[in-house]
T-cell receptor, first 112, second 112 residues
Framework: GQQLNQSPQSMFIQEGEDVSMNCTSS?????WLWYKQDPGEGPVLLIA?????ELTSNGRLTAQFGITRKDSFLNISASIPSDVGIYFC????????????FGTGTRLKVLA | EAQVTQNPRYLITVTGKKLTVTCSQN?????MSWYRQDPGLGLRQIYY???????DKGDVPEGYKVSRKEKRNFPLILESPSPNQTSLYFC???????????FGSGTRLTVV
């Protein structure tokens, strides 16, 4: 089946540093979503992307829909301790309108 | 407050004992879905529903049943739970598929 490769799997960074993570696939997607999951909670939607090449920001977060429609990137600028959590990408498949494939997540730890 | 409510949050049960995890949303969303989250595997879709009485299989439907008799409720039924169904389960809902899902807080199920 379709898979999303998300990298890195985990990262430790210093407070104030910028963070980059990405999702890649061999399949194309119609929509890319980025979620954050805090411990003990469900994922919360951060950014949604709908067009190839689209660049969208939400505060310190910026995400891009790859030109090939097979990848997406998330950047966090000037990280703070509350950025700790697991970040998931999710792609909406062309064949299934309500079907999303999730990446395996990037676990972010911020050192104060 | 707009939310997706799952119950119970934690459940320990024995192999073969039927159980139901309830899910309710108060946002009048048409689309609902169940996911399971396992370490290293991300979120995998079990079943989804486009509207009342309309459901379809996700990626890992074996051993699960769902029903959608009312718009707000989407229970997950395990007729004969087995240890490999030990997982963290999330219910989610959406107004439109491309908007992404709003997730509940999760149900941690242990089958012994």
């Amino acid at each position: 089946g379709q898979q999303l490769n998300q990298s890195p799997q985990s990262m430790f960074i210093q407070e104030g540093e910028d963070v980059s993570m990405n999702c890649t696939s061999s399949s194309i997607f119609n929509t890319w979503l980025w979620y954050k999951q805090d411990p003990g909670e469900g994922p919360v939607l951060l950014i949604a992307l709908y067009k190839a090449g689209e660049l969208t920001s939400n505060g310190r977060l910026t995400a891009q829909f790859g030109i090939t429609r097979k990848d997406s990137f998330l950047n966090i600028s000037a990280s703070i301790p509350s950025d700790v959590g697991i970040y998931f990408c999710a792609g909406q498949t062309p064949s299934g309108t309500y079907k999303y494939i999730f990446g395996t997540g990037t676990r972010l730890k911020v050192l104060a | 407050e707009a939310q997706v409510t799952q119950n119970p949050r934690y459940l320990i049960t024995v192999t073969g004992k039927k159980l139901t995890v309830t899910c309710s949303q108060n946002m009048n969303h048409e689309y609902m879905s169940w996911y399971r989250q396992d370490p290293g595997l991300g979120l995998r879709q079990i079943y989804y529903s486009m509207n009342v009485e309309v459901t379809d299989k996700g990626d890992v439907p074996e051993g699960y049943k769902v029903s959608r008799k009312e718009k707000r409720n989407f229970p997950l039924i395990l007729e004969s739970p087995s240890p490999n169904q030990t997982s963290l389960y999330f219910c989610a809902s959406s107004l439109q598929a491309s908007y992404g899902y709003t997730f509940g807080s999760g149900t941690r199920l242990t089958v012994v």
